[in-house]
């Protein structure tokens, strides 16, 4: 199962921009709008996150490697991309210029290479903590991962909780969100077990259950939480899609399997053969293996469920989209962009 990393119910409406509520210390603007800069603009999160700004109104500049019409805005006006990635200061320095706060999205999740998670997830946060504190921003949000709370289990977990640190220690206006397994359009990791599941065989890790959330629904409460308030400032959120208990990955696999029509079977395999699994997937895909050493140490771990007691207040965000529902609409968007 990858990393963490329909049916509507009610969703409280962002804290307003313009007029905040009492307790809510407002961005700095300029004529009215506040800039928002993100890192990883082009990825699965941040794509979606970009989306949700859009759909506020909200000026964005956005760091990429690549991106459409590199130093001018998208197509909706909203975005002003920034070339460059996490290593390089000065496109760092232009990425947060004028902004009032930043969403940081940017990091890796899989390589077969763990000391590069320190060199993208560590170093990468510490520059962009720099520069946002050389721009006099106080707001900054993180995206980090459930992975942090075992970081003895993998290198990307090690990696994000070092990255946590890092930020609680800045002094900055700072909150962390530790998404669970995220999924949704665009995403190729949890893409291996719908088409797993069109084929009636999804293999799982050990028994265990895992919180699960759609990538419009994180990207909703990320857009949420940069006004700042004694609701968000300094907290560390694990969301998830309103599942209690989380996902039992028979469970996961079986509403996954009903999304594509077919019944599966779901068995749990033990670490040793995943770990035989990862190896041979490294000699077929070499770097674009999919199945790591590192992911196998996260994925055997049993509880991988969001907590409770740092569940986003409702108040600030509530999630919108069932598991049922989100598997389905990916099922379908997955067949749409003939990837199934």
């Known amino acids: 199962m990858p990393r963490h990393h329909g049916h509507a119910r009610s969703c409280a409406a962002p804290a307003a921009w313009l007029c905040p509520a009492p307790g809510c210390h407002s961005p700095r603007s300029s004529g009215g709008l506040v800039t928002i800069a993100v890192t990883g603009g082009t990825g699965f999160v941040g794509k979606a996150t970009l989306d949700a700004l859009a759909r506020l109104d909200r000026p964005v500049k956005a760091l990429a490697r690549t991106a459409p019409a590199i130093g001018g805005p998208d197509a909706t006006g909203h975005v002003q991309w920034i070339s460059g990635n996490l290593a390089d200061k000065p496109a760092l320095a232009d990425l947060v210029s004028g902004a009032s706060s930043v969403i940081h999205i940017a990091g890796l999740t899989n390589t077969p290479d763990p000391a590069q998670f320190e060199t993208v997830n560590v170093d990468g946060t510490a520059a962009v903590i720099a520069a946002a504190k050389a721009e006099g921003i106080r707001r900054l949000v993180l995206v980090s991962s459930l992975s942090a709370r075992k970081p003895d289990l993998s290198a990307y977990g090690a990696s994000k909780l070092a990255a946590e640190e890092l930020v609680k220690a800045s002094g900055l206006d700072w909150t962390i969100v530790r998404p669970p397994g995220v999924y949704g359009p665009h995403d190729v990791d949890y893409l291996e077990m719908f088409r797993a599941a069109r084929m009636g065989i999804v293999p799982l ?136």
């Open 205 to 340: 890790p050990p028994g265990g259950a895992s919180s699960m959330i759609h990538v419009h629904d994180l990207a909703t409460l990320l857009a949420a939480l940069v006004p700042s308030s004694a609701a968000v400032r300094s907290k560390i959120f694990e969301p998830d899609d309103g599942r209690q208990g989380g996902w039992a990955h028979k469970e996961m696999a079986q509403a996954i399997g009903a999304a594509m029509g077919r019944k599966v079977f779901a068995p749990h395999l033990p670490q040793a053969v995943l770990s035989a699994a990862a190896r041979m997937d490294r000699l077929i895909r070499g770097g674009d293996a999919r199945l790591t050493a590192d992911r196998v140490g996260y994925m055997c771990h049993p509880n991988w469920v969001a907590r409770s007691d740092r569940a986003v207040p409702p108040a600030i965000w509530q999630p919108v989209i069932t598991g049922e529902a989100g598997f389905a609409s990916t099922a379908e968007w997955y067949r749409a962009a003939g990837w199934l």
